[in-house]
């Protein structure tokens, strides 16, 4: 299991959790996304897996957080989450990613907002606040994830793929 701690960022937990969401829907992996308290938890899964699945935890508060990816059991609901394993070699290379948790670290630290305070205002005394005009700030976000149709069997693929993912047939 592969583990990196964050301090001092201060982040939207839930934005990290649905930026992980979309990084393994867009390789094609089936999402189920779980929370508790200060557990957030990410299960992604093909059919290849069986009934296992790569499990990755958010764990902590948005000053101090740890995330972690491994592999484990699918679960039903967050109580039923297993303590998790470093992903085999044979599960990467059945599923076509040999340097899965490298290439997940590095989609964190490129591609999620790690060091903008996304959660909430900083500390600030109320004499300070009071003087200050309120400042406001609007920011919309929008990704998006093209697919195509197989034109042989219909199943929704991801449009960086060549071939189909359940008939392996040429997508172009």
Known sequence: MERQTFEKYNCDLTQIQKNIATYFVGRCYRVTNFFKDKLYVTQAYKSQTG???IICQITGIPEK???SIGFGLKITNVNSLQPLEKIPLDVKVLLGEPLLERNFLN???TQTELKR????LG???AASFQTLAPIFR???VVREIEVMYCRYCG????ARQTNCSKCNATLR
């Open 51 to 53: 009934n296992k699945a």
């Open 65 to 67: 957080f740890e995330i």
């Open 107 to 109: 989609y964190i630290f």
């Open 117 to 120: 305070n996304t959660f909430g």
């Open 123 to 125: 500390k600030t005394d």
């Open 138 to 140: 609007e920011r919309e």
């Open 155 to 158: 199943t929704k693929n991801n």
